[in-house]
């Protein structure tokens, strides 16, 4: 997700502030955001996007990296900082050293959302009604495919958003398109269809240790028999390997609802909750 050749898809839409931290000309950390004002976002058009940083950060370096960003944001005239935490799950080591400045420099949490997280090495059992629709899924002989219809996908995807939500994906099928051609193993399209027709679909991100849902969707007739759930299982399987599956957010406007239903859902396939959290560091 940090990389240019995701970051820069929405390039028109955002003005980039991605900022390089660097200790005795050895760069040590990164910082990708864009500003909006006086305020910079880290990033606008992205989930989250806290400091990254290597295996040789030590707790005092991130102190020193924050005092160092303080100044050049003071520097330059920016207000404020909203800084969007990486969640755990996508850490390939502990790496929380930033949020001990981040509590030193007074930054205040301000939204948290809550996503669903399966740990595939250790999963909570699924419910029997879970298991049912499952097996109901087999027997309806519904097929598991991975696809590049996006411009079919988002058909439905659109669908439901607007119905439930009032609302639409944030992609649309021509930038979808080009990711999956930048990231054409990171990227990937699963459907599950009976007799030619689209039931339920997942686009996926694949992390090293990690798969993400950026989209799930099902018709009527997809939820009626299972279809979106023997795609889950079915990816869930695939993917087992991977250290955790990720659902993403079952809260709506930023944070101050919460989608009951979506997320007794997701935690119905054994996961359990992890927090996408933003801080406001005003200076």
């Given at each position: 997700?940090?990389?240019?050749?995701?970051?820069?898809?929405?390039?028109?839409?955002?003005?980039d502030?991605?900022?390089?931290?660097?200790?005795?000309?050895?760069?040590?950390?990164l910082?990708?955001?864009?500003?909006?004002?006086?305020?910079?976002?880290?990033?606008?058009?992205?989930?989250?996007?806290?400091?990254?940083?290597?295996?040789?950060?030590?707790?005092?370096?991130?102190?020193?990296?924050?005092?160092a960003?303080?100044?050049?944001?003071?520097?330059?005239?920016?207000?404020?900082?909203?800084?969007?935490?990486?969640?755990?799950?996508?850490?390939?080591?502990?790496?929380?050293?930033?949020?001990?400045?981040?509590?030193i420099?007074?930054?205040?949490?301000?939204?948290?959302?809550v996503?669903?997280?399966?740990?595939?090495?250790n999963?909570?059992?699924?419910?029997?009604?879970?298991?049912?629709?499952?097996?109901?899924?087999k027997r309806?002989n519904?097929?598991?495919?991975?696809?590049?219809?996006?411009?079919?996908?988002?058909?439905?995807?659109?669908?439901?958003?607007?119905?439930?939500?009032?609302?639409?994906?944030?992609?649309?099928?021509?930038?979808?398109?080009?990711l999956?051609?930048?990231?054409?193993?990171?990227?990937?399209?699963?459907?599950?269809?009976k007799?030619?027709?689209?039931?339920?679909?997942?686009?996926?991100?694949?992390?090293?240790?990690l798969?993400?849902?950026?989209y799930?969707?099902?018709?009527?007739?997809?939820?009626?028999?299972?279809?979106?759930?023997?795609?889950i299982?079915?990816?869930?399987?695939?993917?087992?390997?991977?250290?955790?599956?990720?659902?993403?957010?079952?809260t709506?406007?930023?944070?101050?609802?919460?989608?009951?239903g979506?997320?007794?859902?997701?935690e119905?396939?054994?996961?359990?909750?992890?927090?996408?959290?933003?801080?406001?560091?005003?200076?």
């Amino acid at each position: 997700m940090f990389e240019r050749g995701f970051m820069d898809y929405h390039a028109d839409r955002f003005t980039d502030f991605s900022l390089m931290f660097y200790e005795d000309n050895k760069l040590v950390a990164l910082l990708p955001a864009s500003i909006h004002g006086d305020e910079i976002r880290s990033h606008g058009g992205l989930t989250y996007g806290g400091i990254i940083s290597g295996n040789k950060m030590k707790q005092h370096r991130m102190n020193d990296c924050f005092d160092a960003l303080e100044t050049f944001l003071r520097e330059n005239n920016i207000k404020s900082l909203l800084y969007k935490r990486i969640p755990y799950i996508f850490y390939k080591a502990p790496a929380d050293e930033d949020l001990y400045p981040l509590q030193i420099k007074g930054a205040k949490l301000i939204r948290r959302d809550v996503s669903t997280t399966i740990d595939l090495t250790n999963p909570s059992k699924m419910p029997k009604g879970r298991k049912a629709q499952i097996s109901r899924a087999k027997r309806e002989n519904i097929s598991i495919e991975e696809s590049n219809n996006f411009e079919k996908f988002l058909e439905l995807e659109n669908k439901i958003l607007s119905e439930r939500h009032n609302t639409k994906a944030v992609h649309s099928a021509e930038e979808l398109r080009l990711l999956k051609s930048r990231f054409e193993n990171r990227i990937h399209l699963f459907i599950a269809t009976k007799d030619n027709s689209l039931l339920a679909a997942s686009l996926i991100f694949e992390y090293d240790n990690l798969v993400h849902t950026q989209y799930m969707a099902s018709s009527e007739l997809g939820r009626e028999l299972g279809a979106l759930d023997l795609l889950i299982s079915t990816l869930m399987e695939k993917y087992k390997n991977k250290k955790y599956f990720d659902f993403g957010i079952s809260t709506e406007q930023n944070g101050t609802i919460f989608n009951t239903g979506l997320c007794a859902q997701k935690e119905s396939f054994g996961g359990h909750t992890v927090c996408y959290d933003f801080y406001e560091w005003r200076l």
